[in-house]
């Protein structure tokens, strides 16, 4: 796409370069929270365009931005390194909405600034978080016919491994290492169930409790990002979400072997 | 009659973990709601045309993916965000977790025990189930992107 010139005057070189700046850490911002390849390139050069730049390129590697922003025959361009921040969908779309005001011309360079630093991620209290996902996996063993018993156990085993994993977040543990310790403690816990005889299906509670530790977003943006053109980004994706799991099965191998329950295979 | 229930009990059941995970995302709380909503209709619509119309899994998942993601560009154009801020928890109650496991471990036990037929066949058959489904609930979200927001955003 090229984008033809917006009509408004020129910018100074200090404004292109404070709106380049602008469209950096916007990508960043979507980049690090999990917006997909498409939305991050699509919202940072709309709000090139909204600050008045009339042309503006965006590359996305695996972790790095880079933008390049043209303006009277000058090209500036910059680049930041990509840390992942966790999947947060409140500052997708906080920062979505301070684009959108800018395309509507309520903000200007300094307002869009002002208003980019106001955003704080969303986070929700972590016992709720837990006692959600804990639901959630027993809403999953009783989607495939579980009995009651066996969900409570699921429960149990599946709130128990999110306050572990949310813990382990908070002292910036490496995610792989995070997931092979919550797999863990999620079979172990469930894995009680099989030993004593709580409930009719105890595998059914020992698979359901580990289904916290699919990395869905990943794997849905991995797919995602390749069907519309953005390979790179969608193999690192795609190669992690792999990675993540395969931390989160040697867990749940170790587990087992512990505790001498074979229930998966 | 018993087709209903059993949709019925799906989408109940399927609403818990669409809005725990969006919780899990930090999605804003009220958007949690669309979430649940999604994750019912998404579910049901798949159990609807996999018992009830006998259709294959991935159809079914593809399908299901596409209703949820159409009705979900009304509702982000309301809301003034993306769609996948909501419409990928409602994902989630149809992503093959325990396929995807059920393969990284029977990799494990071919490198542990030996190759054998059954541990093969599990890893494969099993792999290529979870690729399929997430494949076609990745597409099934591009739809509205696919078809008819070709040039354009949605927001």
């Known amino acids: 796409m090229d984008f033809a010139t917006t009509g408004k005057p020129p910018l100074t070189e200090p404004q292109q370069r404070e709106a380049t700046r602008l469209c950096v850490e916007t990508g960043l911002i979507l980049l690090q929270h999990g917006a997909e390849s498409a939305l991050v390139e699509n919202l940072a050069r709309r709000l090139a365009l909204a600050l008045g730049v009339p042309r503006a390129e965006v590359a996305l590697l695996a972790n790095a931005v880079v933008v390049t922003t043209l303006s009277e025959g000058h090209c500036i361009t910059t680049v930041r390194r990509n840390e992942d921040r966790g999947i947060n969908m409140h500052m997708v779309t906080e920062v979505q909405r301070a684009v959108l005001a800018a395309e509507a011309g309520a903000l200007d360079l300094e307002g869009y600034r002002a208003r980019l630093a106001t955003i704080k991620p969303l986070r929700y209290p972590r016992w ?138 | 009659m018993n087709l209903l229930w059993g949709i019925l009990q799906q989408m109940a059941l399927a609403s818990v973990p669409a809005a725990g995970f969006g919780m899990l995302f930090n999605v804003p709380a009220r958007v949690l709601w669309y979430c649940a909503a999604g994750g019912a209709l998404g579910r049901g619509l798949r159990f609807a045309l996999v018992e009830g119309a006998h259709l294959p899994v991935e159809w079914s998942t593809l399908l299901a993916a596409a209703t949820v993601s159409l009705l979900g560009v009304a509702v982000a154009q309301r809301l003034r965000a993306h769609p996948k801020v909501f419409t990928v928890a409602a994902m989630i109650p149809m992503i093959p977790g325990v396929p995807l496991f059920k393969t990284l471990i029977a990799i494990a036990q071919i490198q542990q025990r030996g190759l054998s037929d059954a541990l093969l066949s599990t890893a494969i058959t099993q792999g290529l189930q979870a690729l399929f489904i997430v494949a076609a609930l990745a597409v099934g979200l591009a739809v509205p992107g696919l078809l008819f927001y070709r040039r354009r955003p949605v927001v």
């Open chain 1, 128 to 265: 709720l978080t837990s006692v959600m996902v804990g639901l959630s996996c027993a809403c999953f063993a009783r989607l495939v016919g579980a009995d009651w018993t066996s969900c409570a156990v699921a429960l149990v085993a599946a709130g128990v491994a999110m306050a572990v994993r949310l813990q382990l977040v908070r002292l910036h543990f490496n995610p792989l290492v995070n997931f092979f310790v919550t797999a863990f403690v999620a079979t172990s816990v469930a894995g009680q169930g099989a030993i004593h005889g709580i409930g009719d299906k105890p595998q059914v509670a020992m698979a359901s409790c580990v289904l916290l530790l699919v990395p869905g977003y990943p794997l849905i943006n991995s797919i995602s990002d390749m069907v519309k053109g953005y390979i790179n980004t969608g193999l690192a994706r795609g190669m992690y979400a792999v990675l993540l799991s395969a931390g989160a099965c040697a867990g749940i191998l170790l587990a087992m072997t512990v505790w001498k329950v074979w229930v998966w295979l």
